[in-house]
Nanobody, 126 residues
Framework: QVQLVESGGGLVQPGGSLTLSCEAS????????VGWFRQAPGKEREGVSC????????YYDDSVKERFTVSRDDAKSTVYLQMNDLKPEDTGVYLC???????????????????WGQGTQVTVSS
């Protein structure tokens, strides 16, 4: 049974930082690209950042460039999203997803993935 479990969300003030983790089980994460997606109330799901499995190439949405960093540790079957300088508009449920055959930019822009986690809430508010 494939599972992706996100953790690390919470309430943070504007300008603060959080690190999200996505731990995978039931699959060999080394064979999958992984993406982080954000679902805000009343808005469509959007791809925040994606990382490839082959060369570690990364993609970031323009809204998070220079503030967010995605990384992976396949030995731990875990992908991370370091979020700095958080803004109220970063608020939402953050989901991770894994896909075995889609280019990372396509994955992020179209929210395409084979497997999805349940998400972790991030709230940026003073």
């Amino acid at each position: 049974q494939v599972q992706l479990v996100e953790s690390g969300g919470g309430l943070v003030q504007p300008g603060g930082s959080l690190t999200l983790s996505c731990e995978a089980s039931g699959l060999n994460l080394a064979y999958y690209a992984v993406g982080w997606f954000r679902q805000a109330p009343g808005k469509e799901r959007e791809g925040v950042s994606c990382i490839s499995n082959s060369d570690g190439d990364t993609y970031y949405d323009d809204s998070v460039k220079e503030r967010f960093t995605v990384s992976r540790d396949d030995a731990k079957s875990t992908v991370y999203l370091q979020m700095n300088d958080l803004k109220p508009e970063d608020t939402g449920v953050y989901l991770c997803a894994a896909d075995s055959g889609t280019a990372i930019e396509t994955m992020c822009k179209n929210s395409w993935a084979d497997w999805w986690g349940q998400g972790t809430q991030v709230t940026v508010s003073s």
